[in-house]
């Protein structure tokens, strides 16, 4: 059994319960202040949450169709090309959905640069529905600062007129106020109050964008979802929905109208054509019938007429090649221009390559979906990067595929031209007359039939406007919860309860950690391995011997601790002297000093107390000795020690030697050798000499009497000492300075050291299951509770 290992280990784990307990002592005494605390931050937490608006939640579900990659067989050249990432489109939608454009045109259309106030008890409350007029900022004043900050009051006098501030304006007719120009506009209200105050407040557009723009959340159900959860916080739940129901449909607006746009220029491009095509129609057919007048002929041979036909069908095939190579050059011109403009973007009339198509469709998406972007951010934003590669790629691919098509109806265009010329040699074997008709009968037909071409894709044009629907479908229509989510009461509650209890721990904390006092035995015991000889409670007694005037009391029945200490201090019989010093004044080295003497004459032994504090001595008139005659004048040869040695009268058997005339030269009479011859003699007379010596740290004069003590008595106060004295201490005790040194607590305040009786702050403590066994002191003044509470300790 290794005994000596479980002692350590036992000894170990009661150091480390001491430091924990010595750690949280300053804040469990302070309990009250935790109380108090804790109970006014409650209370500002429910002032709070009574001030704050609260704010509902709104959501609307927004479903972004992904057709956009179904362009029939091209799907994996696209892929490569990556144009069609699924998240790269949710994000730019994200990104055109909270765009400043489309919020812009939401918050004029719903008229939210107006807000309206009325008061509600301590709370202003904002107010959006049923009001009986609008109120609109014509023209702001010139400083714009002052527009969007003033209030002005409105109440409604009647059906025609309203008071503003302190002035009658008409309703319906602009006015001037410190805004600017305002218009109030009366709306259809079924009732109307009257004499009712409304405040009106003004935003600035830009700042109400941006506010909406930041409060707008949008976030993808998932990764691979195109579902959007989109959220608004509004005080007001309806305002909220009408928002989120607004920012919808402008977004699919704006979607159609951008999806549209290419047939849209289609559209125009064909009415133009068909205006050109029918005037030039219209001039052919009277050119047939004036050919057919002049040569009286009524109709062509039906060889003549298969051979028309033949030539009419060749040259339509012909002409459709030919406006199929002129759209293919306007978009390589579009493509060399560099211009990133969708709206510029050439119709692709006639061409019917899925590939082409699908690829110029996604250019535009692409086009405007950066244009939406720049509004926003700037070019040097990931999202608006990866759009210009994208339609970098695009516009490589379209390039391709349009030089494959132009090689394509190239040689379509050689093979119909080589059977054009074919059908020309046919013609020339008709006879004169018939031949001359074919030839304005062939353009009639030609003209026909691009007309009626045009006619048909003017019909599908149309079609498709009509039928187009955004790619975006409303899941849910917007809905606000029952309850507000901020501020939400448990977390606020919690919030102001932690606060409660962090502002007092910060306190004591910062206290402590600045606190250079001394007020902790552990703080003793970081610095010196002198021993604790005994620790004295503090007392409010003006007495000095309250081991007489109250031997039943605290401070008596720790005096005597000591005063049975000193038997393992000084065992020796002819260990008589006892010196008491302390680093300086004021810590209570007299108090101590003359109290354990009078404690050693109730035990029997004859004691005398030394006041050798020649300097400032204050022994002798709180015991009302006179001093008229003393230590100095035996040190100067001027007395006898039968002459300087006074009886107290409060205690048989203790005598003083007071210190005396104050001298000019204390330290040079303390070296001359008299004080030596004068310890010697009571020797023979008394059991004990005690020597309250002047503070080490001030003069050398306890240095000096330090060779002739027997022991040294080291007077350190609560919370007066300073930590860095203890300093001085250890380098006395290491260098042995003072013979037999020891460490003596002074003035310990029991109420804040020991507030919960158990005494962790020093040693073992008092005043723990004892009651009533100590003399109380005299009844102090009662105390009120926060007097207590925040009582300076």
Do not use: C
């Not at 469990?28 to 939640?57: D, E, H, M, N, Q």
């Amino acid at each position: 059994m290794n005994t000596s290992n479980d002692s350590i280990d036992f000894l170990d784990k009661e150091n480390e319960q001491t430091d924990l307990r010595e750690t949280l002592f300053p804040y469990l005494r302070r309990w009250k202040w935790f109380v108090a605390s804790v109970l006014l931050f409650l209370l500002l937490g429910y002032i709070y949450t009574k001030l704050t608006t609260p704010l509902f939640k709104i959501e609307t579900d927004l479903l972004i169709k992904d057709n956009k990659a179904s362009l029939g067989g091209t799907n994996d050249m696209l892929k490569d090309l990556d144009l069609f990432n699924s998240s790269k489109i949710i994000d730019n939608e994200i990104q055109i959905l909270r765009s400043k454009t489309i919020i812009g045109k939401v918050v004029k259309n719903l008229k939210l640069g107006t807000s309206y106030f009325t008061s509600n008890g301590v709370r202003k409350r904002e107010l959006y529905d049923n009001l009986p007029f609008d109120v609109e900022l014509l023209n702001p004043s010139e400083d714009i600062k002052r527009a969007y900050s003033s209030k002005i009051s409105i109440k409604l006098i009647n059906n025609t007129e309203a008071r503003v501030n302190d002035k009658i304006v008409k309703i319906a007719y602009p006015f001037e106020t410190e805004a600017g120009l305002v218009l109030i506009t009366p709306k259809a209200y079924k009732k109307r109050s009257y004499n009712v105050s409304v405040d009106v407040k003004f935003n600035d557009l830009g700042d109400l964008v941006e506010r909406y723009s930041d409060n707008l959340k949008i976030e993808p159900v998932s990764k691979q979802s195109t579902v959007l959860v989109i959220t608004v916080e509004d005080a007001i739940p309806q305002r909220g929905k009408d928002f989120l129901n607004a920012i919808v449909a402008e977004y699919n607006n704006s979607a159609l109208e951008d999806k549209n746009r290419v047939s849209s220029n289609t559209l125009a491009f064909i009415n133009d054509r068909l205006k050109v095509i029918a005037s030039t129609l219209g001039s052919v057919e009277s050119n047939v019938q004036q050919y057919k007048s002049q040569n009286n002929i009524t109709n062509i041979g039906s060889s003549s007429k298969m051979l028309l036909e033949s030539v009419g069908d060749n040259d339509s095939q012909l002409n459709k090649v030919m406006i199929q190579l002129n759209v293919l050059q306007n978009l390589e011109n579009y493509l060399q221009s560099d211009s990133d403009q969708p709206s510029a973007l050439p119709s692709m009339l006639g061409i019917d390559d899925p590939t082409l198509l699908g690829l110029v469709s996604k250019l535009g998406e692409a086009q405007l979906s950066r244009l939406s972007l720049l509004q926003t951010v700037p070019e040097t934003n990931p999202l608006v990067i990866t759009l210009s590669d994208q339609i970098k790629a695009l516009k490589q691919a379209i390039n391709s595929s349009v030089k494959n098509l132009q090689k394509g109806l190239q040689i379509t265009r050689q093979l119909l031209q080589k059977k054009n010329s074919q059908f020309e040699e046919s013609i020339k074997h008709v006879p004169t007359q018939e031949r001359g008709l074919l030839d304005v009968m062939r353009q009639q037909h030609l003209q026909d039939t691009l007309f009626m071409y045009l006619l048909q894709k003017r019909e599908e044009t149309r079609m498709q406007l009509a039928s187009g629907v955004a790619d975006s479908r409303t899941i849910d229509m917007a809905y606000s919860a029952k309850n507000p989510v901020k501020p939400v009461k448990s977390e606020i509650y919690l919030i102001f309860f932690l606060l409660g209890l962090v502002v007092p721990s910060g306190i004591i904390y910062l206290t402590e950690l600045f606190n250079f006092r001394v007020n902790r035995r552990a703080d003793v015991e970081r610095i010196t391995k002198a021993p604790i000889l005994a620790e004295i409670s503090h007392s409010d007694d003006p007495g000095t011997l309250l081991v007489v005037n109250r031997p039943r009391s605290m401070i008596a029945e720790q005096v005597r601790a000591l005063r049975t200490n000193l038997q393992f201090v000084i065992p020796q019989s002819d260990q008589k002297v006892i010196l008491f010093t302390s680093n300086i004044s004021g810590e209570g080295k007299s108090f101590v000093s003359v109290n354990l003497g009078a404690s050693l004459t109730m035990s029997g032994k004859k004691v005398v107390i030394l006041e050798l504090d020649l300097r400032k001595p204050k022994l002798h008139a709180s015991l009302e000795i006179d001093n008229n005659l003393g230590l100095s004048n035996y040190l100067v040869g001027k007395a006898n020690i039968e002459d300087i040695i006074k009886e107290i009268p409060l205690q048989k058997n203790y005598y003083i030697v007071p210190s005396g005339p104050i001298p000019p030269n204390p330290a040079e009479l303390l070296s001359n050798g008299q004080i030596n011859k004068l310890i010697e003699n009571l020797k023979k007379d008394f059991d004990y000499i005690i020597l309250d010596a002047p503070p080490v740290g001030l003069v050398t004069d306890a240095q000096i009497l330090g060779a002739f003590a027997d022991a040294t008595m080291f007077i350190i106060r609560h919370n007066y000492t300073a930590k860095s004295h203890i300093q001085v201490i250890d380098e006395i005790y290491r260098n042995k300075k003072f013979n037999n040194l020891n460490i003596i607590m002074n003035s310990i305040n029991m109420q804040s050291t020991y507030g919960y009786g158990y005494g962790y702050g020093y040693g073992y403590g008092y005043g723990y299951g004892y009651g009533g066994y100590y003399q109380e002191e005299s009844s102090k003044k009662k105390v009120s509770f926060f007097g207590k509470l925040f009582k300076s300790k």
